[in-house]
């Protein structure tokens, strides 16, 4: 039997180790987990943090994986709890932005040596990496793949969806401080309330959650409020690094239409729509998507 051959990229062959790595935030210490390529040390580094609610096991080392692989060192951290040991599923876009920014400059200078940062963010995160990437923090370029805009996202909901969302936020933000928190499902039941729609989003949101995760599907309804604001896409115009904008053609949180306008303000962007709904970048549709990803980033930021 001729011996098997070997169809991978020379690109997607590197190995790699991985570490924790610690960066002080607003909120104190936090860490992630940083994915070292077996290349020259100064290699880039791309930053990816979760989506709404979401925590980075979510599909996210997969991606840090492929990224190490092709010679870019990867950083996969979480956003801050409420409190000490609150969850970590509080939607708090300001608050994690400044993680953000924390995690960049952590990185920015890895082992003592300048690097170039690349920002990688879906859902949510995608719409963060437009705000920081916006702030023109010398970042070398940015991916935002189906990227979330709250103002957006709610704009697409039912009237009934915002009354229920406002009123469990309300008496969350007035109740907490008292010690009467109240939570929503990340994910609602059949019939049941909850941030995001049972289907498809929703299903495809719970099936990247790892089997050991100890994730808990709910988060402080107060959080919703903050998440309504939110318009990160708006700041789109300030982007002055080269863009990757993936947009989900059946995504059913935000239109890929919002995405598209978000594109066409950034002067040095490429966009991308794809047959997929809002998750599938993180699972079905993983390989195409990372492709086009590699494929941009060997364009723009070279890895050796």
């Given at each position: ?126 719409g963060h ?19 979330l805009d ?96 993936i947009a ?57």
């Amino acid at each position: 039997m001729p011996a098997a051959t070997d169809t991978r990229s020379a690109a997607d062959r590197f190995e790699f180790a991985t570490t924790t790595l610690t960066f002080e935030s607003e909120a104190g210490a936090r860490r992630g987990r940083l994915y070292r390529p077996d290349r020259p040390s100064s290699s880039p580094v791309v930053v990816l943090g979760p989506t709404v609610a979401a925590e980075s096991t979510f599909g996210y080392p997969r991606y840090a994986e492929r990224f190490a692989r092709a010679g870019y060192a990867a950083f996969v951290f979480d956003h801050r709890p409420v409190g000490d040991d609150g969850p970590r599923t509080f939607v708090d876009p300001a608050a994690q932005v400044a993680d953000w920014r924390a995690a960049v400059d952590r990185v920015r200078r890895l082992d003592g040596e300048r690097r170039r940062v690349v920002l990688w963010g879906f859902g949510l995160g995608g719409g963060h990496v437009i705000r920081v990437a916006a702030e023109r923090r010398r970042v070398a370029a940015t991916v935002a793949v189906s990227p979330l805009d709250g103002r957006a996202f709610a704009r697409g909901r039912s009237p009934g969806y915002l009354a229920r969302a406002v009123t469990a936020g309300v008496r969350d933000r007035l109740g907490a401080p008292l010690g009467r928190s109240q939570s929503v499902p990340v994910v609602g039941g059949p019939g049941e309330f909850g941030l995001l729609p049972r289907t498809p989003a929703g299903e495809a949101y719970l099936d990247c959650i790892p089997p050991a995760s100890d994730w808990h599907n709910e988060t402080p309804a107060r959080g919703l409020l903050s998440l309504f604001r939110y318009r990160p896409l708006a700041d789109a115009a300030d982007v002055d690094c080269p863009t990757l904008v993936i947009a989900a053609g059946r995504d059913d949180l935000v239109s890929p239409e919002t995405a598209a306008a978000a594109a066409d303000c950034i002067d040095d962007a490429t966009f991308l729509r794809l047959p997929v709904g809002h998750v599938d970048p993180l699972g079905d549709a993983f390989e195409t998507a990372v492709a086009h990803q590699l494929a941009f980033l060997e364009s723009v930021v070279d890895a050796r």
